[in-house]
C-alpha cells in the first residue's frame, strides 16, 4: 500500500491539486479504529493516498476486483472485498474483518454512503461501518472531504480552482455501546460529518435540507 500510496499521490499534481488538511492527529488513537469518508468521484482515491495512515485496509465493492490489473493491485494492496447487494455476505466478511482488526491490529476505512456521490451533498449512510466499529469495539473516526462540484468539471474531466479541504473529525468511542446502539451512532456520525462538509464547501445548509453556496 505504501506503493500504491507514493504512486497515486502524484496524481495530484496532474490535476494541479491541493490538499489542506486539519486533524490528522486524530488519527493517534492507539488501537484499530474504523475511519468513514464522505465519498464523491474515482478522484478520492488521491485524497484517499494523501492522508492514508499506515496499517489500513480500505473496503470496497467486489466488482473492482475484476478489474484487470487495478483489481490485483488492490487485492495485493490488502483491500477487503464485499458484495453489496448481498448484506447477508457483506455481513459475514464484516463480521471476519472485526476479528482481524483486533488480532492484526489494522484500522478499517470505509465509504459509509456505499456509492460515489457528487450531488453537492451527502447520501444517507449505511450501516455496516457502524456494526463494524461497535463489534470490535474500537473508535469510528470520521473524515471529510470538501465538495469537488465547487471546482472540478465533471465534462472536462478538470479542477480549476484545485483545492480540497480535508478534515479528520475526533474520534467517536464505541465502548459499551452495543447493536441496539447502532442507528444513533450512525445518525450521529452523518450529522457531523454533513455539517462539515458544508462548512468546507462553502455552503450554507438550507432549513429544507438543499444546500447552496454563500455566493447564490
Ligand atoms: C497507477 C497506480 C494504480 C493504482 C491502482 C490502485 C489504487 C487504489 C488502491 C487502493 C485503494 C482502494 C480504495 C477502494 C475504494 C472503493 C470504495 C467502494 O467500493 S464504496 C462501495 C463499497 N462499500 C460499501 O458499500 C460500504 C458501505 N456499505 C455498508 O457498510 C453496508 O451496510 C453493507 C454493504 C455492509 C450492507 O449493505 P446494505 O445495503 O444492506 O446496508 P444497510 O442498509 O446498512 O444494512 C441493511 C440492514 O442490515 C444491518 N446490517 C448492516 N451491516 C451489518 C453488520 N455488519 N452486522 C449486522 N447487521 C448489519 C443494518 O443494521 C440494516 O438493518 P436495520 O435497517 O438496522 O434493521
Ligand atoms: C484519478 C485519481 C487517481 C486514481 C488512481 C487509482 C485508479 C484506480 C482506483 C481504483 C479504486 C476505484 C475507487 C472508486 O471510486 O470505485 C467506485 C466505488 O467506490 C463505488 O462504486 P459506485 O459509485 O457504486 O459505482
Given amino acids: 500500500m505504501r506503493i500504491i500510496k507514493t504512486a497515486v499521490k502524484t496524481f495530484k499534481y496532474l490535476y494541479g491539486l491541493r490538499f489542506e488538511v486539519k486533524g490528522l492527529e486524530n488519527f493517534k488513537v492507539g488501537s484499530p479504529c474504523v475511519i468513514v469518508s464522505n465519498h464523491q468521484s474515482i478522484l478520492d482515491m488521491m485524497g484517499l493516498m494523501e492522508i492514508l495512515p499506515d496499517g489500513c485496509v480500505q473496503i ?10 487495478v483489481g490485483l493491485v ?52 449505511k450501516k455496516g461501518a457502524f456494526h463494524l466499529a461497535i463489534q470490535a469495539q474500537v473508535p469510528v473516526v470520521p473524515v471529510v472531504y470538501s465538495s469537488f462540484s465547487s471546482f472540478y468539471d465533471r465534462k472536462k474531466n478538470l479542477f480549476t480552482s ?11 468511542e464505541t465502548k459499551g455501546l452495543t447493536p441496539e446502539d447502532v442507528t444513533e451512532l450512525t445518525n450521529r456520525c452523518y450529522s457531523t460529518m454533513r455539517e462539515t462538509f458544508f462548512r ?4 450554507v445548509n438550507e432549513p429544507n435540507g438543499s444546500a447552496r453556496t454563500h455566493l447564490q
Fill in 60 to 69: 470496497a465493492k467486489k466488482e473492482l476486483l475484476y478489474t484487470g490489473s
Fill in 74 to 125: 488492490m487485492y495485493l494492496g490488502g483491500v477487503i472485498f464485499i458484495n453489496r447487494k448481498s448484506t447477508s455476505n457483506a455481513k459475514m466478511v464484516m463480521a471476519d474483518v472485526a476479528k482481524t482488526m483486533l488480532s492484526e491490529n489494522v484500522m478499517v476505512w470505509i465509504y459509509p454512503e456505499g456509492t460515489r456521490n457528487g450531488n453537492g451533498d451527502l447520501l444517507p449512510f
Fill in 162 to 172: 484545485g483545492k480540497i479541504r480535508v478534515e479528520v473529525l475526533e474520534p467517536i
Fill in 200 to 203: 468546507l464547501s462553502g455552503l
